[in-house]
């Protein structure tokens, strides 16, 4: 891992719309998670009653956090891909933690911004006081050009090309409003509760010719490296 060059990469994104499980499905599908980890994580959220939450357990560890079944402190994980090796900060989306995911965010090169394509919940984040709003904006203004959209939940609303793309719209005008280079920006359907277009190419998504979440962030540019005098 010391051989490869290093990022720091955010996930950032409105409360509810899937980061710390998208997340923790793309690390137990990588191997990054051991399968002795991912039996307790679900024996874990079992114990929560929280079944579907074990992925997001990987980054979720305070009690408080499982108990409520959200983000609220950051969350560091290293993690490895075929030619960088990134430490993940995983950001809480809530609006009330927005302190947390701005300390996140100043720390990183990059970052992944999660959007739900379920129907209202893409709807909610780039409203107003959306969080999918005010990260993106937060990023920018910190200093985060480098960006890889997750339009998650590809299983809510059936893997659909046209709902992909009303929200590519959306939040594509968004961005461009905010100041990122909209065509540099992958916008990569994905679902981290059904590990769907994360590490492996989904034959759910036939439409879609674009890259995995992994190759998306693998093709970041690397950070230069500060020189001496």
């Given at each position: ?6 990022l ?26 051991t ?8 024996k ?5 009653d ?10 979720d ?70 969080q999918?709003?005010e990260?993106?904006?937060l ?91």
């Open positions: 891992m010391a051989d490869k060059p290093h720091n990469l955010v996930i950032i994104g409105h409360i509810d719309h899937g980061k710390s499980t998208m997340m923790g499905a793309l690390l137990i599908e990588t191997g990054a998670v399968d002795r980890e991912a039996r307790e994580l679900e874990l959220a079992k114990e929560y929280r079944d579907s939450w074990s992925y997001a357990f990987v980054f560890k305070l009690k408080e956090e499982r108990q409520r079944g959200i983000t609220i402190d950051l969350a560091f994980r290293k993690f490895e891909t075929p030619s960088r090796y990134f430490t993940i900060i995983d950001a809480p989306g809530h609006a009330d933690f927005v302190k947390n995911m701005i300390t996140g965010a100043s720390q990183a090169d990059a970052a992944i911004l999660v959007v739900s394509g379920k129907k209202g919940e893409m709807e909610v984040g780039i409203a107003a006081n959306g999918t709003r990260h993106a904006y990023a920018q203004t910190l200093g985060v050009k480098q960006l890889v959209v997750a339009v998650n939940k590809a299983d809510v609303y059936d893997y659909s090309e046209d709902r992909f793309n009303e929200v590519k719209e959306s939040v594509g005008d968004l961005l461009k409003n905010i100041g990122f280079r909209v065509k540099d920006v992958p916008f990569v359907p994905t679902s981290g509760m059904a590990m769907e277009n994360l590490s492996k190419k989904s034959d759910k998504l036939s439409w879609y010719d674009g890259p995995t979440l992994i190759d998306a962030i693998d093709n970041f540019t690397l950070p230069e490296k500060p020189t001496g005098k």
